[in-house]
């Protein structure tokens, strides 16, 4: 990335390099691998100081951490089919997809390992509050719906979707089936002995 492309960028300087060593970070992962990256080749990618990286971020992993996780909420909008079931299907599905792409599997991966270190907790609380805070709109547009009572918890709806996903990917390595996000679904609004006798 050139300083003209970084000057380019919308908003203060921070903002801009902030978003040239995301960018970085994230074409490294994809290039190298989470093992294979660096801090010293992403500032060189994205032309500023190391040192200014450590200074923002703090570790290695902080980094590979905010990168991933800002790439996971552009890949993961929020889907509105009209009805529950095809909300969730769709976001599972979405997903699973992306866990199953390099920067997905990474993710998921990384967090796994990170540590409990106060940025690093701040970080995956961030990402977790925000995530569910724009797909509980799922949960939430069923509510007005009247297709879940209005004492639903939006954030545990989310939790029972998209738990199975991560814990293949992340536990049991098990390879997510085209038609799991639909099991998944059918499982969590109907009941696992409905589902299993129909």
Same mark, same amino acid.
């Given at each position: 990335?050139?300083?003209?492309? *970084? ?25 190298? $691998? ?23 971020? $703090? ?26 079931? $095809? ?54 547009r069923a509510i007005q719906r009247g297709e879940?009572?209005?004492t639903a918890d939006p954030r545990f709806v ?11 990917? *992340? ?28």
């Open positions: 990335m050139s300083d003209a492309d *970084v000057r380019r960028r919308p908003g203060g300087r921070a903002a801009r390099v902030r978003a040239a060593v995301l960018e970085a970070t994230n074409q490294l992962l994809q290039d190298q $691998g989470l093992t294979g990256l660096t801090v010293s080749e992403v500032a060189r990618r994205a032309q500023v100081n190391e040192t200014s990286i450590f200074r923002r971020w $703090g570790t290695r992993e902080n980094l590979i951490i905010d990168a991933l996780l800002t790439d996971a909420a552009e890949q993961l909008p929020v889907p509105d089919s009209g009805t529950l079931r $095809g909300d969730l299907i769709a976001y599972a599905t979405a997903l699973a997809k992306y866990l199953t792409s390099p920067a997905g599997n990474a993710l998921d991966r990384t967090l796994a390992s990170a540590g409990d270190d106060p940025a690093t907790r701040r970080l995956r609380d961030q990402y977790w509050n925000a995530r569910y805070a724009h797909s509980g709109q799922i949960a939430a879940l009572p209005d989310l939790e029972l979707l998209v738990a199975p996903l991560h814990f293949r990917i *992340v536990l049991t390595r098990e390879p997510l089936e085209p038609d799991l996000p639909a099991r998944i679904v059918d499982a969590l609004l109907h009941g696992l002995v409905t589902t299993t006798s129909s």
